[in-house]
């Protein structure tokens, strides 16, 4: 078997088996990972956004926390 052959050999099993852990994982293929070209596998990265209500509690409550600190400290 000619190497390059061996390899998208390789490839196809190593994809077929990222599939059925996601599947077993509980996870989409569409949602975790995506082909970006024939026998390559990357992982899709998310980014979560937070409403800028959630940010502001955040942050007062890490003001809070810096306070008490702070205070504690002294």
């Known amino acids: ?3 390059t052959q061996l390899l998208a050999a390789l490839d196809e099993e190593i994809s077929r088996l990222t599939q059925a852990r996601n599947l077993l994982g509980g996870q989409s293929d569409t949602a ?3 082909s970006q070209s024939p026998g390559s596998i990357r992982a ?6 937070l409403s800028p ?3 502001k509690r ?3 409550a890490q ?3 810096w306070a008490a600190y702070k205070k504690a400290a002294e």
């Open 63 to 65: 003001r809070k926390r």
């Open 53 to 55: 209500e959630a940010r």
């Open 58 to 60: 955040i942050a007062d």
């Open 32 to 34: 975790s990972v995506r």
């Open 1 to 3: 078997m000619e190497t």
């Open 44 to 49: 899709v990265v998310v980014k979560r956004v």
